[in-house]
């Protein structure tokens, strides 16, 4: 069945990780096996036509469907992770948020230049954490080839900062 069919297998958590969020909660779709399969598939579908290379997941819902999505093409993965997780040399991108900053990091040999990279997260909400990947990517060189979501709240204006990558996201509030 299409992913239309597990719409309810994504909850709102209101007022989670603070007051105002409602938070979209995947993890009943990713305990449903029918569910999560059908997310899949829909990424698959979604990233073919963009022919990426290599599936690249931010730290750390990201991972769960990037790692899956890899699976699925037969393509490699590189991650985007916090701060101080990663053990070689690194390249670091940090980003505004509603209040202070944030970091991002990558190995610096994660990617070939040249290489077509697509990048997917779970939710596209402001749209930092993704551009501040986007930068990382171009910064070693990597063809950003496409931004990939399952969800993406459209209220926040995410995608209008991504510029020009093509962006695609699964189910959309
Ligand atoms: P942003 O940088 O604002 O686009 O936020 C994207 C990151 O924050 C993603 O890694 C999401 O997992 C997480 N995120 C932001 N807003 C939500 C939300 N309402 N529900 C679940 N995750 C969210």
Redesign the pocket.
């Known amino acids: 069945m299409p992913l239309a069919a597990y719409t309810h297998l994504i909850r709102d958590v209101p007022d989670f990780p603070k007051p105002g969020?409602?938070?979209?909660d995947i993890t009943p779709l990713l305990q449903d096996p029918a569910g999560f399969r059908a997310a899949i598939l829909a990424l698959a579908a979604l990233v073919t036509p963009w022919r990426p290379d290599r599936v690249l997941g931010?730290e750390s819902?990201?991972f769960l469907f990037a790692s899956a999505l890899a699976y699925a093409l037969g393509s490699g993965m590189v991650i985007v992770r916090k701060p101080g997780k990663l053990p070689s040399n690194c390249v670091r991108q940090t980003y505004a948020l509603e209040y202070g900053t944030d970091t991002l990091e990558m190995h610096a040999d994660a990617i070939i230049p040249g290489q077509r990279i697509v990048v997917v997260?779970?939710?596209?909400?402001?749209?930092?954490?993704?551009q501040a990947t986007l930068d990382l990517v171009r910064s070693v060189g990597g063809h950003a080839v496409g931004a990939a979501f399952l969800i993406e709240?459209g209220f926040?204006g995410?995608r209008q900062r991504l510029g020009d990558v093509p962006v695609g996201a699964l189910l959309r509030y």
């Open positions: 969020i409602v938070f979209k931010i819902r990201g997260d779970d939710v596209l909400a402001t749209g930092g954490t993704a709240l926040l995410g």
